[in-house]
C-alpha cells in the first residue's frame, strides 16, 4: 500500500494545531496559577516559536526531500502562525466569556496601576 505524501498545507495544519493547543494549556495554567499578566506569558512566545521552526523543519525533511528555499520556510512559518492563531482566535472569546468573565476588568484594573506606578496618569493618558 502506497503511503500518501503530506502537503505544505496539511503540516501546517498539525504543526499550528499543535502550536495552538500547546499555547492554550500553558496560558490555562498561566490563568489558574495567577501569573498571568506577569513576566512569564511572554515564554508563550517560545512555544510559537518552537512549533514554526520545528515544523518547517518538518516541511523541509519529510515533505520536500530535505531542501527548503527561503519563501518556502517563509510560507510554511506564516501558515503554521495562520492556524495557531485561528485556534486562539476560538478558544480566547470563549474562555472571556464563559470561564473568566472578570479577565478584561482585572487586566484594566493591573494596567492602571501599572501606569500610576510609572506616572503615565500625569501625562493625561489616563483610561
Same mark, same amino acid.
Given at each position: 500500500?502506497?503511503?500518501?505524501?503530506?502537503?505544505?498545507?496539511?503540516?501546517?495544519?498539525?504543526?499550528? $494545531?499543535? +502550536?495552538? @493547543? #500547546?499555547? /492554550?494549556?500553558?496560558?490555562?495554567?498561566?490563568? &489558574?496559577?495567577? %501569573? *498571568?499578566?506577569?513576566?512569564?506569558?511572554?515564554?508563550?512566545?517560545?512555544?510559537?516559536?518552537?512549533?514554526?521552526?520545528?515544523?518547517?523543519?518538518?516541511?523541509?525533511?519529510?515533505?520536500?526531500?530535505?531542501?527548503?528555499?527561503?519563501?518556502?520556510?517563509?510560507?510554511?512559518?506564516? $501558515?503554521? +502562525?495562520? @492556524? #495557531?492563531? /485561528?485556534?486562539?482566535?476560538?478558544?480566547?472569546? &470563549?474562555?472571556? %466569556? *464563559?470561564?473568566?468573565?472578570?479577565?478584561?476588568?482585572?487586566?484594566?484594573?493591573?494596567?492602571?496601576?501599572?501606569?500610576?506606578?510609572?506616572?503615565?496618569?500625569?501625562?493625561?493618558?489616563?483610561?
Amino acid at each position: 500500500m502506497e503511503q500518501k505524501k503530506q502537503s505544505k498545507l496539511s503540516n501546517s495544519v498539525i504543526f499550528g $494545531l499543535l +502550536s495552538g @493547543f #500547546t499555547l /492554550i494549556i500553558f496560558s490555562v495554567v498561566l490563568f &489558574i496559577t495567577g %501569573k *498571568y499578566g506577569s513576566g512569564v506569558q511572554y515564554f508563550g512566545y517560545l512555544f510559537l516559536a518552537a512549533g514554526i521552526v520545528v515544523g518547517t523543519l518538518n516541511y523541509r525533511d519529510k515533505i520536500n526531500g530535505g531542501y527548503i528555499d527561503f519563501g518556502g520556510s517563509v510560507g510554511s512559518g506564516v $501558515l503554521i +502562525s495562520l @492556524f #495557531t492563531s /485561528i485556534l486562539l482566535a476560538i478558544f480566547v472569546p &470563549i474562555y472571556m %466569556k *464563559y470561564f473568566n468573565p472578570g479577565f478584561v476588568d482585572e487586566m484594566m484594573a493591573k494596567i492602571q496601576e501599572e501606569w500610576k506606578g510609572i506616572g503615565f496618569w500625569q501625562l493625561g493618558f489616563g483610561i
